[in-house]
Nanobody, 120 residues
Framework: QVQLVESGGGSVQAGGSLRLSCAASGTSFRIDAMGWYREAPGTQRELVAVITSGGSTNYADSVKGRFTISRDNAKNTVYLQMSSLKPEDTAAYRC??????????????WGQGTQVTVSS
């Protein structure tokens, strides 16, 4: 059973920084992509950033230039460095891992989420 354990959320003032971590365990299969999504009350889940096993990244326009996603493949861990935080970044941030089970099957797993609150 794949488990994703997130850490690093908290409360910060606007302009501050936080670093989220997500460690995956319980699989010997390759993890193709790892990413961060966020959910705020009354809104749909939004992709924040994703990184492939090869290091390619993609970001939501709203976080480009402020957030940086990185990954340690040896540790199956993904990080999200968040800087210049804004009140609109307030949300529950959830980690996702796409596990390559076979050449034609990828299983998706989610973490429980970690709350990020940015005050003005």
């Amino acid at each position: 059973q794949v488990q994703l354990v997130e850490s690093g959320g908290g409360s910060v003032q606007a302009g501050g920084s936080l670093r989220l971590s997500c460690a995956a365990s319980g699989t010997s299969f390759r993890i193709d992509a790892m990413g961060w999504y966020r959910e705020a009350p009354g809104t749909q889940r939004e992709l924040v950033a994703v990184i492939t096993s090869g290091g390619s990244t993609n970001y939501a326009d709203s976080v480009k230039g402020r957030f940086t996603i990185s990954r340690d493949n040896a540790k199956n861990t993904v990080y999200l460095q968040m800087s210049s935080l804004k009140p609109e970044d307030t949300a529950a941030y959830r980690c996702n891992a796409a596990v390559r089970v076979s050449s034609f099957r990828v299983d998706s797993y989610w973490g429980q989420g970690t709350q990020v609150t940015v005050s003005s």
